[in-house]
């Protein structure tokens, strides 16, 4: 099958995990440039201070995507780097270093889908409280307004947040990204209804522009299964998918939180503060919201979690939240299963959860717009005679993007595939050990960029858009 004319075959990246240049031409701190500052706080202490020198070599970055072929490329904007105090003067450098990287694309035709909150928020609005202040609402919609109307011109697709879940969960449960908070699930849910008001703010505030292009959010998506069909096994992973997605795509797509989650948040105490007009903006901006976007890594196989039982907490990184924390009650846990395939880190690799998870959201939110946003394989590259045979990666995107093909004839709206990553990118919390690009980074030879296997294979893939998939 060939995936349709305008289906847009991309690639994904983030302004903190590439760019670098982290005190340059005006740009403000942000909060993870102090977070990784604190020690033990990343692998080998690494930070984002130069990542892979994006900032001054965007131009070879974007030369060599057009190279590959690739239609799209997802970039987020460092909102410090517009504002370096989260509001007040704009940073004029700021706005010229993306209008650059946006003709840049455009010059060989690149179409740019930007995200405006990919996690690095200023400083300045941590230190007033972050998402738990709700003054951070309005900084948000006026940043979002000062990029719709320095971009909007040639930006037709923008992304208001990635991954909630992972700011959110692990900035007020886990502790593991800023502020570093553990175990506050009263702050965890009230962040994410601020979050979702600026969201929908923020879509309400694009279509007044009539800029007409189109605007959604991108949430991780790792559709929770039961371990087998014991009763409770299915309620727990019913309760998974209600805190873990529901939560997150009912309110932009349908305008209210779920019936279920909200009766288990008023039982707990932990319904957020709300008024009348965020409850109404979040109404009025759902008809608005033009797609959603999903992060598929991997699903997540749940079990119900008995008295006697610990949790198990994943490893460090992981697309997910340490299993259990989100539902904030330890009703289930997730476990890895015998008979499923895992990477170095412990993620299944899974197309058929990433075909069921879709056949999941159509049963729930029918024939919305999808954009998948990112997915991606993270390996430790193996270099054989100077090349790097990056082959697990290839049959990862391979089998991912044929379960997409069956989706797509099963009727799902899907319109545009992003690989996560570009280019190899420092991870989070895991420095560079784990790489995701068609394009390797050389940290012993002054960062020089060099094509792997995957550069010429998705080459290939967009050439033919797709049709010898099946038959590889
Ligand atoms: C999702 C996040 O958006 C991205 O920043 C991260 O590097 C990848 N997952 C891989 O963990």
Redesign the pocket.
Known sequence: MKFPHDFLFGAAS?AY?LEGAWNEDGKGMSNWDEFVRIPGKTFEGTTGDVAVDHYHRYREDVRLMAEMGLESYRFSISWPRIFPDGGGQVNQKGLDFYNNLIDECLKYGIVPFVTLY?WDLPLALEKQGGWHNKATIDAFVHYAEVCFNAFGDRVKHFITF??MIMFCGNGYLTGAHPPGITNDPKKYFQVTHNVFVAHARAVLAYKRLKQFGEIGITH?FNPAFAVDNHEDNLFAARHANEFDTYWYYDPVLKGHYPEYVLQQLQKSGLTPDWDPQELADLQAAAPQNDFIGL?YYQPMRVEKLHEVQQPIEHSR?T?TLAPGKASFDNVYRTVKMADKIYTKWDWEISPEGFLDGLLMLQARYGNVKIYIT?NGL?DEDPIIEGEICDIPRINYIKTHLIALQHAIEKGLNVKGYYA?SVIDLL??LNGYKKQYGFIYVDHNDNLARRKKASFYWYQHVIATRGAELQNQ
Request: charged share 20%.
């Open positions: 983030a995990q990919h990635n991954e991780v992060n990184e697309s990112e993270g996560w991870s989070w």
